[in-house]
């Protein structure tokens, strides 16, 4: 069946370094979400990619859309204590054409102050 | 603008008993999505709706599960006969339109005893 993986599953971070989580799809996807959940909430929405190759930057944190439209990837620069949380990212698959997200496992970042 | 709101927050129920979920989307929206959410694991789909109509509900058991999506009122999310593997936190999202953004709810915690 069709699955979002994400990498690493966890993460701690000295704050000031940099993060990087990637998430791959067995198929091809017609978009990819990005959300933060922080614990104990709710996830919250960063950020859409939609075209092939497409990246884009919000403050510290940069997104890419893969060529092939089968992973991402989020990169946050010089981490500080309020990016604490979990990562996941949430595609719709192309083959289905549903407006069926599948989050992927997600990535748990701890900043280290 | 109130954002999504879910009742009750949590909920305890025993062994047998039904378990009833309420999610408003925020105002404006028509598309209603469900997701359980195990503890350390990601969101995993159960039913889109869009207004009094199920779009998709390949995510759902086929058994003592069932959503809908009323004309006037909140989503509603039934569970029967609750079983301790039921215990989770489900979260509801809306949004105005396809493959938009979604808006997460706080969620209800669900344990049942």
């Known amino acids: 069946g069709q699955q979002v993986m994400q990498i690493p599953q966890y993460q701690h971070v000295q704050e000031g370094e940099d993060f990087t989580t990637y998430c791959n799809s067995s198929?091809?996807?017609?978009?990819i979400q990005w959300y933060k959940q922080r614990p104990g909430g709710h996830p919250v929405f960063l950020i859409q990619?939609?075209?092939?190759?497409e990246v884009k930057k919000q403050k510290r944190l940069t997104f890419q859309f893969g060529e092939a439209k089968k992973n991402s990837s989020l990169h946050i620069t010089a981490t500080q204590t309020t990016d604490v949380g979990t990562y996941f990212c949430?595609?719709?698959?192309?083959?289905?054409?549903?407006?069926?997200?599948?989050f992927g496992t997600g990535t748990r970042l701890t900043v280290i102050p | 603008n109130a954002g999504v709101m879910q009742n009750p927050r949590h909920l305890v129920r025993r062994r047998g008993q039904e378990a009833r979920l309420r999610c408003s989307p925020m105002k404006g929206h028509s598309h209603v999505y469900w997701y359980r959410q195990l503890p350390e694991e990601g969101l995993k789909f159960m039913v889109y709706?869009?207004?009094?109509?199920?779009?998709?509900e390949s995510g759902m058991p086929k058994e003592r599960f069932s959503a809908e999506f009323p004309k006037e009122g909140p989503s509603i999310l039934r569970i029967q006969q609750v079983v301790r593997g039921d215990s989770a936190a489900y979260f509801c999202?809306?949004?105005?339109?396809?493959?938009?953004?979604?808006?997460f709810g706080p969620g209800t915690r669900l344990t049942v005893l």
């Open positions: 198929t091809t996807l017609s978009n």
């Open positions: 999202a809306s949004s105005p339109r396809q493959n938009n953004e979604q808006f």
């Open positions: 709706l869009q207004k009094e109509n199920i779009i998709d």
């Open positions: 949430a595609g719709t698959m192309h083959q289905t054409g549903a407006n069926n997200l599948f």
């Open positions: 990619l939609v075209k092939s190759g």
